[in-house]
Structures are given as C-alpha cells and as structure tokens.
C-alpha cells in the first residue's frame, strides 16, 4: 500500500517564515495589515514548502469560492455543434484561468433544467455566474435575481421592464453592435448592385437576430421593393436551418439575388442550397453572414464574406466585469479599478470580405 504523503501546513509556513499562523493566514487569503517584507517571508515559505491553501477552509474566511458558473440557455448537442459557444467559452476561461478561478459549465436541456440551475446558483457553490444565448420567454433571469447571484449576461437583456427581473437598469451585460453590423452587411450588398436581398433570420426569440433583423429593414426601407415580406426568412442559427429557409425563400422568390444571412452557420446551410439549385455564388446570389467563425467562414464555397464580432473577447469582456465587481472594484493588482458599468458593453463589428460577395 502507498504510504500518504503529508500536505504542508498552514503552521509549518508560520514556522518557517517566522511569523505567526495569524500572518500567513492574512497573506495567503489576500487580506491587509502584514508589512511587505513578513509578506514575503510568508510567499517565499510558501514557495519552498509547496503549500497549497485548503479551498474549503479559505472560503470560511473569503467567503469566496473562486469558482463562476457559466450558464449557457441552449441544450448540449446545440453547445457543442456551434463554434460561436466554444470560442466564447475560451474567453472565458482564459479570463477566468488568469485570476485563478474555476469554471463550472452549466447547461439547459429543457425548462425543468432552469429549477435545477437556479437551485445550484442560491445554494453558494459559486461567488457569480455569466449567463448567455437566453431566449426572450427564458425563466433564468428571474430566477437568477431571486438567487441574488452577481451576474454578467451575454447579449442584450430581453425582459425590459419585466418585474421578474427588478430593476433591470442595474443589469451587466456584453453583446456586439448587431444592428450595426447587420446594416452594413446589407449596405454592401445594396452598392454592389443588389436589389432583391433577402434576410435568413436566426431565431427570433433572442435580442441578437432581433437586432439584426432590425437592422437588416433599416437598410430595404429605402430600396424599391425592400419591404417585400416574402424576402424575410425565420431561421435558427444552424446550418439545417439555413437549408430549410433558402429552400424556402427560393420557393417564395426564385429572382433573389443577395441573401443576408443572421449568422455563418445559416450561411453555409443557404450556400448549400443555392449550389444544389444550380445557382452561382456571387454571380447568380450573393451571401453574407455574420460571427466570422473561420473554420467556417474561410472554408465554404466560395468563401464567406461576413461580419466579424470579437467572440472571444466578449467572453473575456464578461468574465473581467463580474471579477472586478467581485473584488470590489479592484484590479488584479489590488489597486482601484473602474466599477461594472450598469448596462450595456457594445463591441464593434466590421465587414469581412471575401469572395461570396
């Protein structure tokens, strides 16, 4: 049988820096009041010893776990099969990584989940949660005010004024400018020339293909026949639901010539289609889309023109703004840091160009 190996104590770094348990207990949980030099006396016996703090006993005196809760609204197989969540979760988790924090994936297969969720975040197992990819009649940010959990959402809040919510003012959140992008998507499509430019629209009961619908109508408002409602497809963000929209539009408007779609997946399911028809990209129909996932946007057929949001940095973004807010508006070094904005981060998009349009 292995013979256990003993862990450092928090007595033996007492020991031997010189200090007492009081002492290092201050200066490995964070706090104030120990001069620089016992400081690091303290680091240093650390160091040597391989002390690690037991997780447990910290938290008695933290009250930090220095674990966040990413809850993403959607069901595994969708997670797992979208880019857009994985490099979201990358930002994350670098963000996170860096400051030393765990993350605890959790996901919603169904409405029973949300009970479950909201249980796991009021029970303290956690000190805050990043929530995205939320549906307009989503019960979680209800139930994650009830919990009185600090948050930060990815992606315009839905609920308004909603009571579920509270003050809704004082909600945290990181989306990109997607009516913004949409109009310069279909702004470009209108100057090369286009005139029947469609819109395969992701699901409409979340704020990011809303915005882009809107901002898709900004621009047809004011092309002739640019408020044909047949032009206007309800899609999914998936490449299945790309298909089965162009099928359809293409049903409704065999003389389309330009197909914004609300985001790379749906554009490579409508690209699909458009070659099976028999029709050529960019010539016959051109195609944007919207994320720039390159491992999609670089290798479809031709390649994607499309408008790029930083994912990654949005995630990073979200993470930054919940520690800050957790550390009571102080940076990684200890010093004063900007407080969360209430509200809304808006990032930047811009026009990728490649050669579907």
Not at 73 to 101: C, M, W, Y
Not at 180 to 194: E, F, K, Q, S
Not at 291 to 307: C, K, S
Request: glycine share 10%; net charge negative.
């Amino acid at each position: 049988m292995t013979e256990a190996v003993s862990r450092p104590t928090l007595e033996a770094v007492a020991a031997r820096a010189g200090v007492s348990r009081a002492t290092v207990s201050r200066v490995v949980n964070g706090g104030d009041g120990v001069r620089e030099p016992l400081a690091e006396r303290v680091r240093r016996a650390v160091a040597e010893l391989g002390y690690v703090p037991n997780q447990a006993a910290r938290s008695l005196v933290t009250r930090r776990h220095d674990a966040v809760a990413v809850v993403i609204a959607e069901p595994e197989a969708r997670v797992f099969a979208d880019p857009f969540f994985a490099l979201q979760l990358r930002g994350i988790s670098k963000e996170l990584t860096a400051h030393d924090n765990q993350l605890v994936l959790l996901l919603t297969e169904g409405r029973a989940d949300h009970a479950r969720v909201a249980r796991y975040l009021a029970g303290g197992h956690v000190d805050g949660a990043l929530v995205f990819s939320l549906h307009l009649d989503d019960p979680l940010p209800g139930l994650i005010h009830e919990a009185a959990v600090p948050t930060v959402f990815g992606g315009r809040p839905g609920w308004g004024d909603d009571t579920r919510t509270g003050d809704h003012t004082d909600v945290v959140y990181v989306d990109c400018d997607n009516r913004g992008g949409a109009h310069t998507a279909v702004r470009h499509l209108v100057d090369l020339g286009r005139r029947r430019i469609a819109h395969l629209t992701g699901a409409l009961d979340q704020t990011s293909a809303v915005d882009r619908l809107d901002g898709y109508r900004d621009v047809m408002e004011d092309v002739p026949g640019g408020s044909d409602p047949r032009l206007v497809v309800e899609s999914d963000f998936t490449p299945a639901g790309g298909e089965r929209a162009m099928r359809e539009l293409l049903d409704r408007c065999p003389d389309v010539d330009a197909v914004f779609a609300a985001n790379d997946l749906t554009a490579l399911g409508a690209l699909r289609v458009l070659r099976a028809s028999g029709r050529r990209v960019p010539e016959d129909v051109a195609v944007i889309g919207f994320d720039d996932v390159l491992p999609v946007a670089e290798q479809t057929d031709p390649p994607l023109t499309t408008v790029r949001q930083d994912i990654e940095e949005m995630g990073r973004l979200m993470a930054r703004l919940l520690l800050r807010g957790l550390s009571g508006g102080r940076d990684r070094a200890g010093a004063p840091a900007d407080p969360p904005p209430a509200g809304g981060v808006i990032l930047p998009t811009a026009l990728i160009r490649r050669a579907s349009a």
